[in-house]
């Protein structure tokens, strides 16, 4: 038992380490993605489709499938979710990719890096850290061009596209000694400089229903999964029940 158990510990110790080498960040709340809220969804679609896409593609997901999978009829997808056009002028088909209109160079030249595809984000990161990082930036004037940094993911490369909604804010500070006995300054809260147009409440809710959508991309199959697993260990489980009771009845001579 005592050798299970230091196996174990040492499983377990590698994954300790990483998690509290990651360094202090704020903020850092967890969430709780409830796959039968098709709703949440819906609402963190138009989120993505009108704050995200035009820079972030989603380009393993096409726009038809997200609506079949979300209960969106296609022409609602049309009209509420696709505000692009094609090469020739035409408005984006409702089965097409979601890709972004911004082509890699300008996008090179605007930020200095080709923002990432989000089909996978919630899936690499985990929901938790995409969760805190879209709540997570605040103003940084010593950063030109940007004048905003991030509590998540310091100084990163992306301007604030949700400031309108969450407004501006700045970090409260407080000072710290490691376990070297170093002091540093790490952030503790955030305090509004500029109001947005939502409460701090109504914003951390929108933030979760794009998190829930951007969940989804990541593994539209997810929910089907789990329903697939749990029928089949209720089969195995029937399978075991009736196995027994055949092997009791082809034994019961010999015994």
Known sequence: MKKVLIIVAGLLLPAIGWSAGGGHTYPDDKIEIDWNDKAAMQR???TFVNYCLSC??????RF?????????PDDLVLENLIFTTDVNGDKTKVGALM???MTPEYAE??????PPDLSLIARSRGVNWVYNYLRGFYVDESRDGLGVNNGVFANVGMPHVLAELQGLQRPKYQTQTDSHGNEQEIIVGYEILKAGSMTKSEYDRT??????FLDYLAEPYKQTRKNVGTGVIIFLFVFL????????EYWKDVH
């Open 64 to 72: 038809n499938r997200v609506g079949q999978d979300l209960g969106i």
């Open 207 to 212: 933030i979760h229903d794009l998190v829930a």
């Open 241 to 248: 029940i009736l196995s027994y009771v055949l092997k009791k």
């Open 109 to 114: 030249q605007a930020f200095g890096i080709v």
């Open 44 to 46: 963190g679609a138009r």
């Open 99 to 101: 890709t972004t209109t």
């Open 56 to 61: 972030h593609a989603a380009s393993y997901s």
